[in-house]
């Protein structure tokens, strides 16, 4: 009688590994394939860009938002990044910050800041949120300033309030490399699915 075969669980890479990863292959897909950038995003994805008055306009739907990246002619810039900070975020996902600058074809070089909550998805991610804003360091940008209502809670539950437990987040299964030493290059070309 033969031994059952028992899978070893794969180790999820840390949301460091999976920030720095994603945030490399996006902007090297943005420069080289701009038409294929949708990819990342799924239906329900919330893509950010602040209009020619600095107030920030949401697009969604895999098409809308192609049509947002080819119309910004993203293609005709390099980014060159500076920093990517990332977190672990709700059920799994990760919270990615980029700085860094656009350079254009021109010469020309603007410092930027992008934020993206990674999804967590059967096979990877995908980005369920991105936030983009170049960043002017001489002039505040005005932006949405409207006045906001603040959520308080108090700093300690009240006596009348049953104490529930810590939920611990499960991490996602993630595709790495044989030898578990970095994230396989995927191409959004290869597939309709986002990066694993």
């Known amino acids: ?22 945030a490399h292959q996006y902007y090297h897909i943005l420069h080289q394939s701009p038409d294929l950038v949708h990819r990342f995003y799924q239906d329900g994805s919330k893509f950010g860009r602040p209009g020619e008055n600095g107030v920030m306009s949401t697009t969604t739907t895999m098409n809308a938002i192609n049509e947002k990246i080819l119309s ?47 999804a967590p998805q059967d096979n990877g991610y995908f980005v369920l949120n991105d936030v983009f804003r170049y960043v002017d360091d001489s002039t505040y940008q005005k932006g949405n300033q409207e006045p906001a209502s603040i959520f308080e809670a108090p700093l300690t539950p009240d006596k ?37």
């Open 72 to 118: 910004l002619g993203y293609g005709q810039v390099r980014a060159e990044i500076v920093t990517v900070d990332s977190q672990e975020s709700y059920k799994g996902g990760v919270l990615v910050l980029v700085t860094g600058y656009l350079n254009g074809n021109d010469n020309s070089r603007q410092k930027f800041t992008q934020s993206f909550f990674l």
């Open 1 to 22: 009688m033969a031994a059952p075969v028992t899978q070893v669980p794969v180790p999820v890479p840390a949301a460091d590994v999976v920030g720095n990863a994603f």
């Open 160 to 196: 009348g309030t049953p104490h529930t437990e810590e939920n611990h987040i499960s991490e996602p299964t993630v595709a790495l490399s044989e030898e578990l030493t970095g994230w396989e290059v995927y191409n959004p070309s290869e597939s309709g699915e986002c990066f694993s």
